[in-house]
């Protein structure tokens, strides 16, 4: 199912090029929930992650001339998004951050209200990544939840496949203490996430226990 979605966005990113407005709506619509929450998670700024997601596609349709289809589209665009926030943050490094600006974790969970699972298991998610090691937090993101396989992950990242491997092996270690840490009702809903991501990735998602896929 993956592989015919991801063959489906790179048909209407080559489509695109040629100045098709129909492909180009359907390449956005079909991509923007992903690049959202890769860039809320990557950046850890979801107040910035709207501009973010518009300075992607703006790069991404800039650039859908050279696209050749080596790659997935879906691929191609995430390095985009990747850029982009990087390119972000080193700008907002030479600027002091605002005062009682809100942090990001709280405004992810309102964030996910809409685009991921109910608000209580939103929280428990929030809570769960901003543990979790940037790039290990990166890799788990690009292959647990948007679902990516690792190779492609990898070449968004621009590392090794096996690098990507014990990266998200070691936020699932991480992520199991945490769980195994929780009691009560904090672990019953940070179990409700796991759940609930496992129907939304299609069965690709995170899980609470067992070995690296």
């Known amino acids: 199912m993956r592989e015919a979605e991801d063959a489906q966005v790179t048909r209407w990113a080559l489509a695109a090029r040629t100045g098709d407005e129909a492909a180009v709506e359907n390449f956005v619509r079909g991509t923007q929930r992903h690049v959202l929450r890769y860039v809320t998670h990557l950046s850890r700024d979801a107040q910035a992650a709207d501009d973010l997601v518009q300075d992607t596609y703006l790069r991404a349709l800039r650039s859908l001339p050279a696209f050749e289809g080596r790659s997935s589209a879906r691929t191609w665009l995430l390095t985009i998004a990747r850029r982009t926030v ?14 009682g600006l809100a942090d990001w974790e709280v405004v992810a969970e309102q964030a996910q209200c809409e685009t991921g699972p109910g608000f209580d298991e939103g929280v428990a998610l929030t809570d769960l990544l901003s543990a979790l090691e940037p790039s290990r937090r990166e890799a788990f993101v690009l292959t647990q939840l948007l ?3 690792y190779a492609e992950a990898a070449a968004v ?11 998200v092996a070691r936020a699932r270690e991480t992520l199991i203490a945490l769980l195994d840490a929780a009691d009560g009702e904090p672990a019953y809903r940070a179990a409700a996430v796991a759940q609930e991501w496992k129907q939304h990735s299609r069965g690709r998602s995170w899980k609470v226990a067992g070995s690296v896929a």
């Open 86 to 99: 990087a390119d972000r943050i080193r700008a907002n490094k030479a600027r002091p951050r605002v005062a």
């Open 147 to 149: 679902g990516l396989p």
């Open 157 to 167: 990242v621009g590392c090794p496949v096996g690098t990507v491997r014990s990266r």
